[in-house]
């Protein structure tokens, strides 16, 4: 050892034991004042305290922090949003919840109806009120219906509006959102939602948010369109020939006493196309948002669209005429096979 460590070593010898090294001792020591001798229990309870301190700090910063996520998310402007899907459609229900779970509202799937000929007994007592001749066989009022895609869909949609009615009947002011599961919602949906409904009246009872065709200028403000039926398509005038305004159901908001009111416009005419049957009456009164302006899209293209490959499906097997490749491309898309 070298003379200056030994130097070194001597005077924090003589420190440690003079009165002022044992007060140093005593004071590092105690119980108040780190970890050193002492009962190992209290030992073990100051462990304890501090991981409960730190603990108690996490779960603080963990809750602030949740409640400055829901703070900045508006609370939805509907009871609950629902998407209709079929039951083998697996791949739309993952991504329709996925969208919806992210955006945080309470939503619920509903099972879409199958189309096809066993709809005619399990749903028997909507047939009495009759089926339009353009979804039967050449058109004709006696010919086999041929668009059961298209009957799937309203059996689908009505249904579900007779299940709001009657779980929600206490509540008729309750507004719902209504999805079918080829819609893409934008990021940020519902903060846009809640900016563009305050464009439309306070009194709104039907309010689309994603639609296709046509809209009137003359109808519509910077970011909201008044729909005004009919909205086609019409047999004459200069609305005539298969212009359809304000078509689609992908996205839309309706309360619960308007969905009585469709459901008793519903019961009076025969089935066809849903979307065309609700905008062939002024009730409910509906707006539409501009088509710049929509909190979403619809993805027929890229998804396919299942209700055009049942009725292709149907066609070909009562016509006996081949399917074309736009038809059978649509199917591959959404996985229904021919043969079934």
Known sequence: MSRRAAVLTAVGLSIYLTPLG????????????????????QRQDRHRGRRRRRRRHRDDDAESSS?????????????KAFFINADASVERRHFMERQLRASGVPFERWPAVRGG????????????????????????????????????TYLSHHTLFEHIVRRWRHNESAAFLILQDDTQLNEGWLQQLHTLIGHVEPEWERLLLVWWGLKRPRDCTEHICVVRP??????????????????GLQAWLVRQRNLQCILR??????????????????CPHSFALQPRVMIGAHLDRELGSERAAVNAVWRSRLTNHTLKKAAKRNMRKVQIDARR
């Not at 703070?71 to 009871?79: H, K, M």
């Not at 007592?125 to 009957?151: C, K, M, P, Q």
């Open 230 to 247: 009919p909205a086609g398509p019409t047999d004459s005038g200069p609305e005539c020939c298969g212009k359809r305004f304000y078509h």
């Open 117 to 152: 000929t066993e709809v005619l007994e399990s749903h028997r007592s909507y047939f009495s009120r009759g089926v339009e001749r353009h979804l039967r066989t050449n058109h004709s009022l006696t010919g086999d219906i041929s668009a059961w895609g298209t009957v799937a």
């Open 22 to 41: 044992d007060q140093l001792r005593s004071w590092v020591h105690s119980p108040q004042h780190g970890d050193g001798p002492g009962p190992p229990a």
């Open 67 to 79: 409640e400055g996520a829901s703070a900045a998310l508006p609370p939805a402007p509907f009871e």
């Open 265 to 282: 416009r519903l019961a009076d005419r025969k089935i066809k196309n849903i979307d065309a049957l609700l905008v062939q009456c002024n």
